[in-house]
């Protein structure tokens, strides 16, 4: 019975099913409608007057063009992830991370579209349902160091045949590849000898691909032990 589309397009509405008054959560597409219901203050339904407030931290995501992905499988394709998400506009790009369970962020160009996504609620990617909502914009890649990240790395990927494509890059020194008892998890960390050798082999892994994964390559966050040395 709840309609506040006078006021904006809606993206979902959400009851809630405990709590003593019962309460809503009214998602609009983009801030002018959820600022025009907060301006009215109330809205009738039926003959219930509703007070109306701007959900906490529900600034952080607005015209947010990222929606956050999972479960996703652990050395997803970017480029399957990309061909999902187009239908609902153009992509900007796509990372997997690392986590349980390994998710995604995929950002478009605009925030009508990262909208238009999250409202469906879930997407089926390779014949499994993922959970799709906004998000906020994923946290800021990591100030340069003498370390990389690589993301999307296949689970199968050989250790040695990593090694020798990371050899080709001037001071590099080792590498780490993630795991647990399950296994790889799709991510390595790679140590060069400089900050400087770090900066030129990422630019030398842009569109490195593995088997059929794009491989995601960012400043990696430095080892604890070289951090504990700085003070």
Not at 73 to 93: C, M, R, Y
Not at 105 to 118: E, G, I
Not at 123 to 131: E, P, Q, R, S
């Amino acid at each position: 019975g709840i309609n506040a589309e006078y006021m904006g397009e809606l993206t979902k509405i959400v009851l809630s099913a405990t709590g003593e008054p019962s309460y809503a959560y009214i998602n609009f597409v983009d801030t002018a409608g959820a600022r025009a219901a907060v301006a009215a203050r109330t809205v009738t339904v039926g003959s219930y007057a509703m007070t109306v407030t701007l959900k906490r931290g529900a600034s952080d995501f607005h015209h947010s063009t990222s929606v956050k992905v999972e479960p996703v499988d652990v050395g997803v394709p970017t480029e399957t992830l990309n061909a999902v998400f187009s239908q609902f506009g153009e992509i900007d790009n796509a990372v997997v991370m690392p986590g349980n369970p390994t998710y995604a962020y995929v950002n478009f160009k605009n925030h009508q579209d990262a909208a238009s996504c999250a409202a469906l609620g879930s997407v089926d990617i390779n014949g499994k349902l993922a959970t799709v909502k906004i998000s906020k914009k994923h946290a800021p890649e990591p100030e340069p160091s003498n370390r990389l990240a690589l993301f999307n790395v296949p689970t199968n990927t050989d250790p040695s045949d990593l090694r020798a494509t990371l050899s080709t890059c001037g001071g590099f020194t080792d590498l780490q590849m993630a795991s647990d008892e399950t296994g790889f998890k799709g991510y390595v960390f790679v140590d060069f000898d400089s900050k400087a050798n770090a900066a030129a082999a990422k630019a030398l892994l842009e569109g490195l691909t593995i088997g059929d994964s794009l491989i995601t390559v960012r400043n990696g966050r430095p080892p604890r032990a070289a951090l504990a040395a700085l003070y």
